[in-house]
């Protein structure tokens, strides 16, 4: 939802692309398509083979080559997004795979994920916490979610979203848009 969310919003404005991860199918590429969340041609799904957490963080050359495949198909490429589902709490992205790192939670997961810590809730750089309209229906309380994502993250950001309904989507936007489309990245070097 949050790829096909961001694409609507941005697609007018930014040259994207985006990268899907499933196992055995292409169902999130698919369904980006089926919601004409980009042309086709912008969007590919990677069949890992197995865990995609793995295809994002340790062998990373699945997503390398369909990353490169599209920057070589779309030159003028501006954002590129490389999506892995699950409620995998290890599942980080590798640097050299991301420059930036957004994690989702579900609160139908309940309200203790936050506390159960691990490296996607703690290091990602945002963290949303998604699906808030679902927590009276399944019993979380968002005041522990927002309790214990402080004390998991510290001064790391996170938001709470229902994304389908794009309640403070605007807000993601615009961390985006300061901390990954504006952000000054540091010279390479002589030519940067």
Not at 50 to 71: S, V, W, Y
Not at 73 to 92: I, K, M, W, Y
Not at 148 to 162: I, N, S, T, W
Request: aromatic residues 6%; glycine residues 8%; hydrophobic residues 40%.
């Amino acid at each position: 939802m949050l790829c096909l969310k961001l694409c609507q919003r941005l697609r007018d404005r930014l040259s994207l692309a985006v990268v899907t991860n499933d196992i055995y199918c292409s169902e999130d590429a698919q369904f980006l398509i089926r919601h004409s969340a980009l042309p086709a041609e912008r969007i590919v799904g990677v069949e890992t083979g197995g865990c995609p957490h793995t295809a994002i963080r340790d062998d990373t050359t699945m997503n390398e080559q369909a990353c490169r495949a599209l920057e070589t198909r779309f030159p003028d490429l501006q954002l590129l997004l490389v999506e892995s589902g699950g409620d995998n709490l290890t599942a980080t992205f590798s640097p050299e795979l991301v420059d930036t790192f957004i994690y989702v939670i579900d609160v139908a997961e309940g309200d203790k994920i936050p506390r159960k810590g691990g490296p996607a809730i703690r290091h990602s750089d945002l963290l949303i916490i998604n699906k808030i309209d679902l927590a009276p229906l399944v019993g979380a309380d968002l005041g522990i979610m927002d309790r214990d994502a402080r004390a998991q993250r510290g001064p790391r950001p996170f938001l709470f979203c229902d994304l389908k309904r794009e309640h403070n989507l605007d807000a993601v936007l615009a961390w985006i848009e300061h901390h990954v489309l504006f952000a000054q990245r540091p010279s390479s070097g002589p030519g940067g």
